[in-house]
């Protein structure tokens, strides 16, 4: 940059970020996202992307905004209408199966039912975009300060590629979800309940880390903060998810109980890394993991070893997902308003 003001060129190109940004850390995360390092905040004669960004912000007029988002109360309603319609959409493919069982073909069509109620169903309820409430009377609807329309605040656009790739991605982790459900019940149908209901809980984490951060986005001060405020948020909910699964094969059972448990416990984190993944921005990545998961189940099952099945089959995706969800968590571009994905 040999410029007189090499910042001028970079708000030019941002503007509209800048302009709608909640905040100074919104701005950090958009740059971030746009792959603005550390490096590229020195050619704007900065030490760090956060100081770039009070910059920005400090240039762009903002007018007070009201806040915005429901209540915490509402907020925890609908996280548990997201996760109870999640635990029934998953017993879908059990009750299938169960309804089905002695007939050559059921397990296709628990598969088959099971992927159509999550890829169709499965949906966490949709809610206005915070960012524009919070920006309640600042700026009229359906305009923008550039001149371009924009959709009025809480109305969610997506760009017809980015919604059809979310929608393979969905799919995808429907059938593969759908088919580790069919195995844990073919081994007992109590089995495939309890990893229903920890799929629904799963969902419960899920919203309520991406609560936390959208919350630590607007009240951090900088990005390591943020971080290291996000830092404990994957490791609480992994041991929920763990407790859960093992109060709900708590029961002894004979040889089969270790295997039984490492099986509830490792579809129940999986679940909640794939959540956690896909609503940080990596829908494709989410499914690609519980594929895989479905996968190696599927093949230890032909190997003879169906008690091994699970805990086997979602011991490397649950390796690779839980580190990556961790480091998403911690970024705050992960968390900029927007529907769940």
């Known amino acids: 940059m040999t410029g007189a003001d090499p910042v001028r060129e970079l708000l030019h190109a941002h503007r509209e970020l800048c302009e709608q940004a909640v905040d100074v850390l919104d701005i950090a995360a958009g740059l971030e996202d746009a792959g603005i390092g550390p490096e590229s905040a020195a050619r704007y ?20 905004g009201a806040p915005g988002g429901p209540p915490p109360a509402v ?38 039912a099971g992927t159509a109620a999550l890829t169709t169903l499965d949906h966490p309820r949709r809610r206005p975009n915070p960012a524009g409430a919070r920006h309640g009377g600042a700026r009229p609807q359906g305009s923008s300060p550039a001149g371009r329309e924009r959709p009025p605040a809480g109305r969610v656009v997506r760009p017809s590629g980015a919604w059809a790739g979310a929608g393979w991605s969905r799919l995808w982790a429907a059938v593969g979800v759908s088919v580790v459900l069919v195995v844990v019940a073919r081994g007992s149908v109590g089995f495939g ?19 936390v951060g959208r919350v630590q986005v607007g009240s951090a001060v900088t990005i390591a903060e943020f971080g290291a405020r996000m830092r404990p948020v994957l490791p609480v909910a992994v041991l929920a998810q763990v407790v859960l699964a093992a109060v709900l094969v708590a029961a002894p059972r004979g040889g089969a109980d270790a295997a039984v448990w490492a099986g509830q416990g490792a579809l129940a984190v999986l679940l909640l890394l794939a959540g956690v993944v896909r609503v940080c921005g990596r829908p494709a990545v989410a499914a690609v993991g519980v594929l895989v998961a479905a996968a190696g189940v599927v093949l230890v099952v032909l190997r003879g070893d169906p008690a091994l099945a699970v805990p086997a089959g979602c011991a490397v995706p649950v390796a690779v997902l839980l580190p990556y969800a961790w480091l998403l968590l911690g970024r705050p571009g992960s968390h900029r308003p927007g529907p769940p994905a």
Do not use: I, N, Q, Y
Request: hydrophobic letters at 55%; charged letters at 20%; a positive charge.
């Open 45 to 64: 004669r900065h030490a760090d992307v956060f100081g770039l960004a009070e910059e920005l912000h400090a240039r762009v007029p903002h007018r007070p």
């Open 75 to 112: 907020r925890r309603r609908t996280r548990a209408a997201d996760a109870t319609r999640s635990a029934l959409l998953h017993l879908v493919p059990v009750a299938v199966l169960a309804l089905a069982a002695g007939h050559p073909a059921a397990p296709a069509l628990a598969t088959a």
């Open 193 to 211: 309940v309890a990893a229903a209901v920890g799929a629904g809980a799963a969902r419960w984490w899920v919203g309520w880390a991406r609560g």
